[in-house]
């Protein structure tokens, strides 16, 4: 396997792909091995570019990954990848492709506007074991050529060893739960049944003293400001119980949430918090916890590149008719006019689900950001 190259060359490039099925088989964090993944499979074939897509239960492209272009040219893209042209042929069609140019391929439709131009193409599937997970996508070869086979099995085998990865990780994320969900259970159950009830019927108590004609006036204000207290603790607590019995494990929102913010917190210097308000696992349709993720994936990610804040607060509620994000940040507020292609993408996820999308400056500085969908 040289095709023309030296044998310190073909030597290079095995001693590359070896480090990359190494990195994958540590497991250490699936994501950012898989982030890595995309850069190594940059460097081991010569790409100029490379994306990793993953699908989602609908079949169509869901987490799209990429390196190669910068976060000011993304900004300028007029839209995301959604799984269609050659992207999604090779989703269809999971067996590896090279073209040159890809615009001579039938499935070709071009490319958005503020893409960069891209001619050489090599697109390789990623499976766990009968299913496709998704797909590597490499493009433009250094020096203008043609990707080649060797890059192709290059490729394939590192396909391959991502595959396996996932596998596996999805394998201890579900033994892992099996020991875990019974003590859920049990503290969900006592946080729900003993500490509730007694909250509850302390307020009542508290209530009936409010209302007896000889408490003393100076007095009551104390009492009822204890009581909000003692709801919004019962709030609090209603949360935690709906995070304990979430039984849908890798594809729970909220764990995706909190993994994502986790990842954002350790790559920046931002503080985010978050808050859940009602069963987000329980009550969205089917799609809806998907468009969430996105929502609240975009609006951090533009927060952290664009708002130069110290502080931004994610909260989510997810009500009988209605789901709303809302983003806030203390930063330098977003500039009027703002149109990046980020912002269009979560407008037309709303109003294709009967809501609103609204990103605004805020009066006391900082931006807000308003995401909502009818259920």
Known sequence: MNFGQT???????????????????????????????????????????????ALGKDGNLEEFAYVGISEETADEIASFPEG?????????????????????????????????SMNSFLGVPIRIRDEIYGSLYLTEKQGGGDFTEEDE????ALASAAGVAIDNARGQEAQHRVIVLAERERIARDLHDLVIQRLFATGLSLQAIVRDSQMPKSET??????????????????????ALQDQSGENSLRRRIQAEISSLRNSSNMNITCGFY???????????????????????SNAIK???????????????????????DNGVGILAGANR?????????????????????RPTGGTEAVWNVRL
Request: glycine fraction near 8%.
């Open 153 to 156: 099995q290059l490729i394939t």
């Open 221 to 242: 204000k104390r009492v009822s400001d204890a009581i909000d207290n003692l709801d919004s603790t019962v709030q609090q607590i209603r949360n935690s119980v709906f």
């Open 7 to 53: 044998p310190d060359m073909v030597a290079n490039r095995l001693e590359a792909l070896s480090e990359a099925v190494i990195d994958i088989a540590k497991g250490e964090d699936l994501q950012a091995s898989l982030r890595r993944l995309v850069a190594n499979a940059v460097a081991i074939s010569g790409a100029t570019y490379g994306a990793l897509g």
């Open 278 to 300: 009602g069963p987000v696992d329980t009550v969205l349709s089917e799609g809806i916890p998907d468009h969430v993720f996105a929502v609240v994936r975009e609006l951090l």
């Open 84 to 116: 269609k042209g050659l992207l999604g042929h090779l989703l269809s069609h999971p067996t590896p492709l090279r073209v040159n140019p890809i615009q001579s391929h039938s499935a070709s439709v071009g490319f958005p506007a503020g893409h960069p």
């Open 341 to 361: 292609s980020g912002l269009l993408n979560l407008a037309k996820r709303a109003n294709e689900n009967g809501g609103a999308f609204d990103i605004h400056r």
């Open 306 to 328: 664009h708002s130069n804040a110290s502080l931004v607060e994610v909260q989510i509620y997810a009500l009988i008719s209605f789901c709303e994000v809302r983003v806030v």
